[in-house]
């Protein structure tokens, strides 16, 4: 048997949000799908038994899910993925709101708020049946774990190193909104680097009229 | 609730090879995801009910999944999901061989043998626990289901209306192969619309010497 066939199988990309003892607490995840559409919408989600992200949604039977985008900071992968909460507090370094009492990441393709109907334990898995309470529509094309691994993956580690050193979560990057019509930047060129003849490709106003949120 | 937000889940596509009453059968799905690597790797499928797959794979307690890449023929696609195994034979229409007595899709990134160990009922889908049985690995780039509804799928229900006319399977596409080398084409311009200076990029032989296999 070759296992790297186990590789082929493609995956989304997912921050957890949920509560542990009262404290906000996630993790990223790949293996989420789609199980039932009717009569309620219902996923799956397979958690490793380890993390302390499994513990909390035992204890509460609820957790969020914001979908990763293309435009996802490589540093919210690292945070998520690359320490445990038991020694870190995730959801301070990254911008974040709310679904319900629950916490999700500003910036997603969707919001998903999940309850736990059922689970079943695996040898190092824990298999999560969920009904989904609650779903918002956000932006941004959806990463894919093999697009993550192809691309994300050496930013994310670099994210991380320079988190570690630093002891700083990287400032979210800055919007750049046209003061004139209000079209919010989303190039992949930094704004400050477009040329200065550029102009806003919705009411044609110069760059110069842009302001920094 | 903005039941969109289910959209955004990602998925790869797989076609599902399994056996009814001695006979092939096997569907195309999405909902497919590895569970646990140790101590043997495990999947989780979720099947429709209503398909024969699904009694199929009750029925024998195994089924293979071959997984789709970027170079999948769309008819593919459309002879596993567009037909019911109880009107056709699905896999007498598509170039297959075998995993042990189980069928497989002749061009595939990977190919898993998947073994029923448990399963839960939904209310219209089965969640299918299996133990990996057996895997190999094959050739390709894997497509999503986020790419199949971009690109594929307009190409799929024309490949099908094709089918439904002429009653005829389409012929696979020709490999080219270069009679030095060995080098296959896997370019995406027909091979045939090759410049006439075009060279076999291993060898450096001319476009003469390739033959139609």
């Known amino acids: 048997m070759d296992s790297k066939a186990l590789y082929q ?3 989304g990309l997912y ?6 003892d009262g404290k906000d607490a996630g993790c990223v995840v790949d293996a989420f799908i789609q199980s039932t559409s009717s009569p309620v919408p219902t996923v799956i989600l397979c958690s490793i038994q380890a993390n ?3 513990t909390a949604i035992k204890q509460t039977g609820e957790f ?17 993925g690359f320490q445990s909460g038991r020694d ?15 916490p999700i990441l500003e910036n ?3 919001w998903l708020r999940c309850k736990v109907t059922d689970f079943k334990e695996l040898t190092t898995h824990t298999v999560f049946f969920c009904d989904v309470t609650d779903a918002m529509v956000g932006e941004g094309e959806v990463l894919t774990y093999g697009e993550y691994q192809k691309n994300w993956k050496g930013r994310a580690q670099e994210a991380f190193k320079a988190f570690r050193e630093s002891g700083k979560a990287p400032a979210p990057a800055p919007r750049w909104v046209c003061s ?4 919010v930047y989303d190039g992949t060129i930094p704004f400050e680097e477009l040329p200065e003849d ?10 110069s009229v842009f302001v920094k949120e």
């Open 52 to 54: 302390q992200t499994n």
């Open 198 to 207: 550029w102009k806003c490709p919705i009411c044609g106003h110069p760059k």
């Open 15 to 20: 921050v957890v949000g949920t509560k542990i």
């Open 88 to 102: 870190a507090d995730k959801w301070a370094n990254v911008p974040a709101k709310r679904m319900g009492d629950l």
């Open 64 to 80: 969020t899910i914001s979908v990763l985008t293309k435009k996802t900071d490589p540093f919210v992968i690292a945070n998520f």
């Open 108 to 110: 997603a393709a969707a």
């Open 180 to 183: 004139i019509c209000g079209y």
């Open 9 to 11: 199988i493609s995956y």
